[in-house]
């Protein structure tokens, strides 16, 4: 079974430009969230995704925004870049169940530096 | 208020031997979801162990144990027979609610060091 995958591993962009990331998650999984890691801020929760609707959504500025397509995959987009942006940007899928336990499935990061 | 606090910056552990890593969380939410993961230098979390507010025993997983004390509200990872792999960061986190919208929040980590 395939994990979760993200797209690229790394990015370097310049101040003011805008960036998408993309995630595929688990087959089968709806839900898609996002967290944004930095050593100042650690691990924070962006925007979550469930059959193509942002369900929740974290204290980010509107320069984040994200969407999910009908196969569940997702991208987030960073608008403006500041340099406050370089972070390791992280993407979960879960199965999501009404009941019980229903655990959260990381990718491997997509680090982003912006210079 | 913090809601998951990780007290300890780092950790040294010698091979073989035992470790326990503090996490104490808030909520006022009853059903809610403890979990624990591990992220080593290449970035990627990595699921170790989950426990449920309504769950009567503590987890196991393999050598990861989770010490349960709900009253406390602590939740702390015990890891049995340390191995050098085990060195990465540890966080633990919590889900509120149950069902629809949910997120995670995490701690601030505890970095752990296995030495031989």
């Known amino acids: 079974k395939a994990g979760v995958t993200q797209t690229p591993r790394y990015l370097i962009k310049t101040r003011g430009q805008q960036v998408t990331l993309s995630c595929s998650p688990i087959s089968g999984h709806r839900s898609v969230s996002w967290y944004q890691q930095t050593p100042g801020q650690g691990l924070q929760f962006l925007f979550e995704?469930?059959?193509?609707?942002?369900?929740n959504k974290g204290n980010f500025p509107g320069r984040f925004s994200g969407r999910q397509f009908s196969n569940s995959r997702s991208e987030m987009n960073v608008s403006t870049l500041e340099l406050g942006d370089s972070a390791l940007y992280l993407c979960a899928s879960s199965p999501i169940s009404s009941t019980g336990f229903y655990g959260y499935t990381f990718g491997s990061g997509t680090r982003l530096t912006v210079v | 208020a913090q809601k998951i606090t990780q007290t300890q910056p780092g950790m040294f552990v010698q091979e073989k031997e035992a470790v326990t890593l503090d996490c104490t969380y808030d909520t006022s939410d009853p059903s809610y979801g403890l979990f624990w993961y591990k992220q080593p230098s290449s970035g990627e979390m990595i699921f170790l162990i989950y426990?449920?507010?309504?769950?009567?025993q503590n987890a196991t997983e393999g050598r990861y144990s989770l010490n349960f004390q709900k009253a406390r509200k602590s939740a702390n990872l015990v890891i049995s027979a340390s191995q050098l792999g085990d060195s990465a960061m540890y966080f633990c986190?919590?889900?509120?609610?149950?069902?629809?919208?949910?997120?995670?929040?995490f701690g601030t980590g505890t970095r752990l060091q296995v030495t031989l």
């Open positions: 995704y469930f059959s193509e609707t942002q369900r």
């Open positions: 986190a919590m889900r509120e609610g149950t069902g629809t919208a949910s997120k995670l929040t």
């Open positions: 426990q449920g507010s309504y769950d009567q």
